[in-house]
């Protein structure tokens, strides 16, 4: 399985789920991070992606080279990231034939409802267990 790891800005949340992806799933799985910068990129690179990608055109094309794709919600949000998540890369990403398991963070002012507040490293659990079901499939 061949997973797209999808952040921006600091690349903190996307190093968070590589570590822990890296650390529960079998040692085949090709984690891919792509970053809407290159410093995103390289920590998720440090936390044990094999591949790594940055900006526009990175995300663009590696979005349908994938078997699932995992990020904050927001990657599927145009100009989200403080302006980092381009149209192109929120339209290419949800347009994916990829499954997406999605964090629920969106800071400001979009509420999606229907969610329990969860510490962000109980969601990277939950997370990491769709990962492993979607793997099981």
């Not at 690179?45 to 663009?60: C, M, Q, Y």
């Amino acid at each position: 399985m061949r997973i797209a790891v999808v952040d921006g800005q600091g690349g903190g949340i996307g190093k968070h789920i590589t570590e822990k992806l890296r650390k529960e799933l079998p040692e085949g799985t090709e984690i891919l991070a792509l970053g809407t910068n290159a410093l995103a990129t390289a920590v998720m690179l440090r936390a044990g992606a094999n591949e790594g990608a940055s900006g526009e055109n990175a995300v663009v094309l590696n979005a349908g080279r994938v078997d699932l794709i995992v990020g904050p919600i927001s990657i599927v949000v145009p100009n989200s990231m403080l302006g980092e998540l381009t149209p192109k890369m929120a339209e290419a990403i949800a347009q994916s034939a990829a499954a997406k398991i999605l964090l629920p963070l969106i800071p400001g002012r979009t509420t999606i409802v229907g969610l329990k507040s969860e510490p962000l490293p109980h969601l990277i659990d939950e997370l990491v267990r769709k990962v492993r079901e979607a793997q099981a499939d």
